[in-house]
């Protein structure tokens, strides 16, 4: 059951299972916010259960934040989770795809196709959608990653390195060679049902896999990845592994961020996810102190920058977003982590304060998301332990590992400046269309972010 403070469900929760016609006409009651709060108080299984009693389960759904639909989909399991993903909305479905075709900066086609296949099982409008509206240059880079194209001329329809492959043309123009056997049948579907939907577009895309080139397309590709999802804290490993640098003291002085941050004008974003406190243990100190916020808004900021401090751990540790088992690891690592450094901070205080040593801990750590706890660490374990040395400063990762950053400068082509997130919003690839309406951070989310990390930082140095 999730942590997060919201009311209390109208129901038992074990009717879901027991007595669906009664939650139906009770959940049925309530607007599509309140509904989709209800189901983020769910978890895996009965997320979907309560969903599929609601009368407007699409609204539902795509009120939920992508991040939490994901991590619902993954706890179900892909193949039980269709009837969440043939209604899910084009972006949810698109973060979908990034966080299972992408691992690291590396292109997954097989993952891809799995993907494709099930998506068309589930809603094959959703395909044609993702196909009208998505990053050209994307769609290029999947298919040139599963099939080969050759276009029919007056002089031959005989070409090279194609022998044994699956054959398939669409209109007797374009003849399509399967690289991989099981890319054969779902894309032949997808390929006949955009033959009758819209052929102008069926043919670019055919153009798009003869002649654009593979690597550049294929590094296109990922810097759209990058700048769609930058925001979530998925960014390239020389910026999320900032994750672990150590804390300037200075940004505890930066304004706390607030759940409206986290928002834009779409629904989504105006409910926080829940899956980051999923495997937090009440019993812990963080637990505590959550559990005596009363500020549900304090609450929700929390629980995005723990999910955007998960995707940046996922990244920088080099885990793969769709290993269900890895996601629970990484997360138990960010909050086991939190923890300590909320512990060294309090000095074994109660979270409540009532110790007099720490009567004032209720007022730093909880309502300022665990920043004080830092505050209160640094000087002293700096002074303790030498952490701070004139070679560079020593980030411990646990028993046998650590890194001493003073290696130099990153070559030239692999610094943050160099296609890092500011220079990516202002390049555009030549040839793709503008992105109007695409969110953009506008720095709201520094890499030291003042609130979770301090904590963070402390748990991590003590490693």
């Known amino acids: 059951m999730s942590q997060t403070p919201a009311p209390k469900l109208p129901f038992p929760v074990e009717w879901i299972k027991t007595q669906p016609q009664k939650v139906e006409e009770l959940l049925n009651k309530l607007s599509v916010a309140d509904q989709a709060r209800c189901v983020l108080q769910l978890h895996g299984v009965q997320q979907q259960a309560l969903i599929l009693l609601s009368k407007q389960a699409m609204s539902v759904v795509r009120a939920l934040p992508d991040e939490e639909l994901y991590q619902t989909v993954k706890e179900i399991g892909q193949e039980d989770a269709l009837p969440l993903i043939a209604i899910c909305s084009q972006k949810q479905l698109q973060f979908m795809f990034d966080m299972e075709w992408w691992q690291a900066d590396k292109f997954s086609p097989k993952r891809a196709v799995e993907w494709l296949a099930l998506v068309a099982d589930a809603n094959d409008q959703q395909i044609l959608h993702w196909l009208y509206t998505e990053d050209f240059d994307q769609k290029v880079m999947v298919l040139q990653s599963l099939i080969k194209v050759y276009k029919r001329d007056e002089m031959t329809d005989q070409y090279e390195n194609v022998e044994n492959l699956p054959h398939y043309s669409p209109d007797g123009v374009y003849d399509i060679y399967f690289k991989d056997a099981e890319a054969e049948k779902p894309l032949t579907r997808i390929f006949k049902m955009l033959y009758s939907e819209n052929q102008k577009l069926l043919h670019s895309l055919m153009e798009g896999v003869i002649w654009y080139g593979v690597t550049p397309t294929v590094e296109t590709s990922y810097r759209w990845y990058l700048s769609r999802n930058e925001e979530r804290g998925v960014l390239s490993f020389e910026e999320a592994f900032q994750v672990y640098s150590l804390l300037d003291a200075q940004t505890l002085k930066e304004s706390l961020p607030s759940a409206d941050d986290f928002r834009t004008e779409d629904i989504r974003h105006t409910l926080a996810p829940a899956f980051p406190l999923e495997d937090l243990d009440p019993g812990t100190f963080f637990g505590q102190c959550l559990a005596i916020v009363k500020s549900a808004e304090r609450f929700h900021a929390i629980s995005w920058e723990l999910a955007w401090l998960f995707h940046k751990v996922m990244v920088a540790d080099r885990r793969d977003f769709a290993d269900i088992h890895q996601r629970h690891e990484a997360m138990r690592k960010l909050l086991g982590y939190i923890n300590i450094g909320l512990e060294l901070g309090a000095g074994g205080g109660h979270p409540e304060g009532r110790d007099p040593a720490h009567q004032n801990l209720?007022?730093?750590?909880?309502?300022?998301?665990?920043?004080?706890?830092?505050?209160?660490?640094?000087?002293?374990?700096?002074?303790?332990?030498?952490?701070?040395?004139?070679?560079?400063?020593?980030?411990?990762?646990g028993p046998g590992r650590s890194l001493r950053r003073d290696r130099g400068p990153l070559p030239e082509n692999r610094r943050a400046g160099a296609g890092g997130r500011r220079d990516r919003r202002n390049q555009r690839p030549v040839g793709s269309p503008a992105r109007a309406g695409r969110p953009r951070s506008h720095g709201r989310f520094p890499d030291k972010n003042p609130v979770l990390r301090a904590a963070g930082q402390a748990g991590i140095q003590s490693g």
Do not use: D, M, S
């Open 362 to 397: 209720h007022a730093v750590a909880v309502p300022g998301g665990v920043r004080g706890a830092y505050a209160a660490q640094v000087g002293r374990r700096e002074a303790a332990q030498g952490k701070r040395t004139a070679g560079g400063v020593r980030v411990a990762f």
